[in-house]
């Protein structure tokens, strides 16, 4: 079955150390997503990626970072450098056109000590 | 700008009761919704969208919601709650016709009582 596949479900890393969140996809979309969850707070869009090879900041992408290099792959780094990384990490994925509605991946929880 | 506030983080019926969870979007330009419920430590799952055409928007599980341009509501409603219905939903407005650049709002988490 095509599908979103996050890595690892759960993680842990100690404060000053980056840490890589994997997102794969095998549905063949083009766009690939990543939000940022906290309580009450819905969903923060980090960066997006609309084509392999580019991608742009989405609201909070300060102390992130991401690559690109193949279409079903979308790594998110959380640096060193973002103040408060413990949250829910959610990729998100799309095809072409307003119509092809979004694909959720089943999270990362992230938390750092 | 584009905006969606979400009346109610907490939402507490009984089972079989109707469900009704609120909306509200400020669009500048005619706007596409979304409605999506997220159950426990899982990603979101779309449940039903509004882009144009009918105002009356069916989707899964039982769900409905209709575009209400002169109120700028996307109200979710169920007639009858099912236990299996407990879980978080979102509504969100798109800012550009890519399902991607949407804005969330902050959810309404949905407890059905027996």
């Known amino acids: 079955d095509g599908g979103i596949t996050q890595s690892p479900k759960y993680l842990f890393r100690k404060e000053g150390q980056n840490v890589t969140l994997s997102c794969e996809q095998n549905?063949?979309?083009?766009?690939m997503y990543w939000y940022r969850q906290d309580p009450g707070q819905g969903l923060r869009l980090i960066y997006y990626?609309?084509?392999?090879?580019?991608?742009q900041k989405g609201d909070i992408a300060e102390g992130y970072s991401v690559s690109r290099e193949k279409k079903e792959s979308f790594p998110l780094t959380v640096t060193s450098a973002q103040k408060n990384p413990t949250a829910f990490y959610l990729c998100?994925?799309?095809?072409?056109?307003?119509?092809?509605?979004?694909?959720f991946g089943n999270g990362t929880r992230l938390t750092v000590t | 700008a584009q905006s969606v506030t979400q009346l109610g983080s907490h939402v507490s019926v009984s089972e079989g009761a109707l469900v009704l969870l609120r909306c509200n979007y400020s669009?500048?330009?005619?706007?596409?919704l979304f409605w999506y419920v997220q159950y426990p430590n899982q990603g979101l799952q779309l449940l039903l969208k509004?882009?144009?055409?009918?105002?009356l928007v069916k989707g899964i599980n039982g769900f409905e919601a209709e575009f209400k341009k002169s109120e700028t509501s996307f109200h979710l409603t169920k007639p009858s709650a099912h236990m299996s219905d407990a879980a978080e939903y979102f509504c969100?407005?798109?800012?550009?016709?890519?399902?991607?650049?949407?804005?969330f709002g902050k959810g309404t988490k949905l407890s059905v009582k027996p």
């Open positions: 969100a407005v798109s800012v550009g016709g890519s399902q991607g650049n949407l804005i």
């Open positions: 509004y882009t144009t055409g009918a105002t």
């Open positions: 549905l063949n979309h083009d766009a």
């Open positions: 990626s609309q084509i392999v090879n580019d991608f």
């Open positions: 669009s500048s330009v005619p706007p596409y």
């Open positions: 998100a994925s799309a095809g072409t056109g307003y119509n092809s509605p979004l694909h």
